[in-house]
C-alpha cells in the first residue's frame, strides 16, 4: 500500500506541474520526492528525466487491477501527449478546387496505433496551448478528417426556433411511421418551447474551459470492472435510460449530471440532472408536455427540473444515421447518439459499458441474460462499435472495455 501511494504522490505531483511552469524550489521538491520513491522501490530515480519513461513501467507492476490506478495510467498517457504537439494527418487527396479533401472512412482505418511522439531531451514542462479549449488535449486537436464531421453537424439539441427541415423531418417519422404532417410537429414544438424557459445554448468548446466527461452506457461488460472511482472523477457524467447506480457503485459509480431518456424509459430525476430527452415520434413531445413542468395536475410531480431539459433535435439524429453510420441499421441507438452528442458538447470523452461483455452478449449489467448470444436487435451494434473503436484508435475518445 505504501509503495502504491508513493508512486501515486510522485505522477500526480508531475502532472498538476505541467499545467504551468515549474518554478525552481518546486522542481527541487519533486525530484526529493521522486528520490524517496525510488528508495521505496529499490529503483534509481534521480531526475525528472530519469523518471518520465519509468512510470509506465511503475504503474504496470502496481496492480492494474485497481481502477484508480488504472485512472492514474490514463492520466499519465494524456500527459505524455502534450509533449509535442500531435502531428495531424495529412491528406493526400485533392479536390478540384485544390483544397485537401477529407480522410476517407477507409484512410481512417489506416490510421496506425501507436500514438505521438515524445521528445524528453529537454527539461520542459510546458505544454502546448489548444486553441479551442483548456484540456491537457481537446477533442477537436488534431485530425481534420474528425473536425470536419463535427463543423458538418446540425445542432445536437433543438434549438429554440426549431427551423428543422421538411426532409429531415419526414426521416425522423419514418422511425415509426407517424402520420402527423410537418405543420402539427411545427406546432407541437412550439408548445414544448413554450413550457422551457428560456436558456443559453452554450456547446461550442472555449479556450478558457475543460469539460471532460463519462459516457456510461449499459453493457454487462461492467459488472466486475470497479470502474466506479473514475467514473465519479469526470465533470460530466451521462447515463442513459434505466441504468441505475444503486447496488452497483463500485462499477458504474454514483454519479449523474445528465440522464437521457425517452418515455418508455423514463424515470423520476433529482433537481440537479439534466434531462436529455430522445424524442423518436410525435407522441414523445405530447409526453414531455404532460410530464414536465406545470402540468395542470397539482398532485402530479415534475418528472425533471424543467430548467435542465435538452432535446435532441431530430436533424442531428438523420445526420448520425447517414454520415456517422452510412445508414446501417434502421436508425442509430440510444447509445451511440449519446456518444455523437457528448462529442459536440465535451473536450474530452471517457466511453464506459459499450459492446459486449466477456462472452460475446449484449446484455445490461443490472439484467440477468435470458439467452444466450443475446444480440443488439434493429440497430447495427457491431458496426457502431467498430466505429467507437477507431475513435479511440485516432485518440478522440478513452474507450474502457470493462470486464
Known amino acids: 500500500m505504501l509503495y502504491q501511494l508513493v508512486v501515486a504522490g510522485v505522477l500526480f505531483y508531475a502532472v498538476v506541474c505541467r499545467g504551468s511552469s515549474t518554478a525552481k524550489k518546486d522542481s527541487s521538491r519533486l525530484e526529493k520526492l521522486i528520490r524517496k520513491a525510488g528508495s521505496v522501490v529499490s529503483m534509481k530515480l534521480d531526475t525528472l528525466v530519469t523518471v518520465v519513461p519509468s512510470c509506465n513501467d511503475l504503474l504496470e507492476g502496481v496492480g492494474s487491477h485497481s481502477p484508480v490506478l488504472q485512472g492514474m495510467k490514463e492520466v499519465w498517457r494524456r500527459s505524455r501527449l502534450q509533449t509535442s504537439r500531435p502531428p495531424e494527418y495529412k491528406r493526400p487527396r485533392k479536390t478540384n478546387g485544390g483544397a485537401a479533401a477529407p480522410l476517407s472512412r477507409e484512410e ?6 501507436e500514438g505521438p511522439s515524445w521528445n524528453l531531451s529537454v ?9 479551442f479549449c483548456s484540456c491537457l488535449k481537446c477533442i477537436r486537436d488534431g485530425d481534420p478528417w474528425f473536425r470536419e464531421q463535427i463543423d458538418a453537424s446540425p445542432e445536437p439539441f433543438l434549438p429554440r426556433k426549431h427551423s428543422i427541415s421538411e426532409n429531415d423531418f419526414l426521416w425522423w417519422k419514418k422511425i415509426k411511421q407517424e402520420e402527423y404532417d410537418f405543420a402539427f410537429f411545427n406546432a407541437t414544438v412550439d408548445k414544448v418551447f413554450e413550457m422551457l424557459p428560456i436558456i443559453s445554448e452554450d456547446v461550442e468548446p472555449r479556450p478558457d474551459r475543460c469539460r471532460i466527461c463519462a459516457v456510461v452506457g449499459n453493457s454487462g461488460n461492467l459488472n466486475g470492472s470497479r470502474y466506479g ?6 465533470d460530466f457524467v451521462i447515463r442513459m435510460n434505466y441504468g441505475p447506480t444503486r447496488g452497483f457503485e463500485v462499477d458504474v459509480g454514483t454519479k449523474t449530471t445528465h440522464r437521457v431518456m425517452y418515455p418508455e424509459t423514463a424515470s423520476l430525476l433529482d433537481h440537479t440532472t439534466h434531462l436529455v430527452f430522445f424524442p423518436f415520434k410525435m407522441e ?24 435542465l431539459v435538452r432535446i435532441l433535435n431530430p436533424a442531428f439524429m438523420k445526420h448520425v444515421h447517414q454520415v456517422w453510420l452510412q445508414q446501417k441499421g434502421a436508425y442509430p441507438s ?3 447518439m449519446t456518444l455523437a452528442f457528448s462529442l459536440m458538447i465535451c473536450d474530452e470523452v471517457s466511453v464506459f459499458g459499450f459492446g459486449a461483455d466477456s462472452d460475446g452478449n449484449w446484455g445490461h449489467y ?13 440497430h447495427p451494434g457491431i458496426y457502431e462499435y ?16 470493462g470486464h
Open 108 to 113: 481512417l482505418r489506416r490510421v496506425p496505433d
Open 123 to 131: 527539461y520542459s514542462f510546458g505544454p502546448w496551448k489548444s486553441s
Open 229 to 234: 472511482p473514475l467514473i465519479d472523477l469526470h
Open 284 to 307: 414523445d413531445f405530447l409526453w414531455l408536455l404532460e410530464n414536465v413542468g406545470e402540468n395542470g395536475d397539482l398532485n402530479k410531480q415534475s418528472l425533471a427540473n424543467k430548467n
Open 334 to 336: 440510444t447509445g451511440f
Open 366 to 378: 443490472f439484467e440477468k441474460i435470458k439467452e444466450e448470444n443475446f444480440g443488439t436487435g434493429y
Open 386 to 401: 467498430n466505429l467507437i473503436q477507431q475513435l479511440h484508435k485516432i485518440q478522440k475518445i478513452t474507450l474502457y472495455k
